[in-house]
């Protein structure tokens, strides 16, 4: 196999390397855009840290019986429930969610690995053209031999 050659097949495997990490950062870039603090948390925990928020602020005394603020807010007006539970929930900060952050740090790091990718395609690019140069003298060379 000929230098040239050999060249060209890496220049090959380094433009199908770039674009299944292209793939990849655009989807990861899907998944961030989409991104449900929510979903990453989980409804379930999220109503409990509300509920826990509500019980520890503010105790409901009923005829000297404690009560569940939570439990009482549910089922007095849901809909105040839930509007502390959107309110909770639209006052977070997706930033402040690991999985939040570890998808922006993936993120960063296929950017710079496709960065690198393409700076290696454009040395191999220049070494193919630098190459061809030398060869086409030597080709022109060879064909003015034969006449």
């Known amino acids: 196999m000929s230098t040239m050659e050999k060249l060209e097949n890496e220049l090959s495997k380094f433009y199908s390397e770039l674009t299944r990490l292209e793939i990849e950062l655009n989807d990861l870039a899907k998944e961030i855009e989409d991104f449900d603090i929510e979903e990453a948390i989980g409804r379930e925990d999220l109503k409990s840290i509300v509920d826990d928020f509500l019980d520890d602020e503010y105790p409901v005394t009923i005829a000297g019986m404690e009560y569940s603020a939570s439990q009482v807010l549910k089922e007095i007006d849901p809909i105040a429930y839930r509007a502390i539970y959107n309110d909770y929930v639209d006052g977070l900060d997706k930033e402040d969610i690991t999985q939040y952050q570890n998808m922006e740090e993936e993120h960063k790091h296929l950017s710079n690995e496709i960065e690198s990718i393409q700076e ?23 064909n003015d031999w034969y006449y």
Do not use: A
Request: charged residues 50%.
């Open 120 to 142: 290696q395609i454009d040395e191999l690019e220049n070494e193919i053209e630098k190459l061809q140069n030398e060869i086409e003298p030597l080709e022109e060379e060879d």
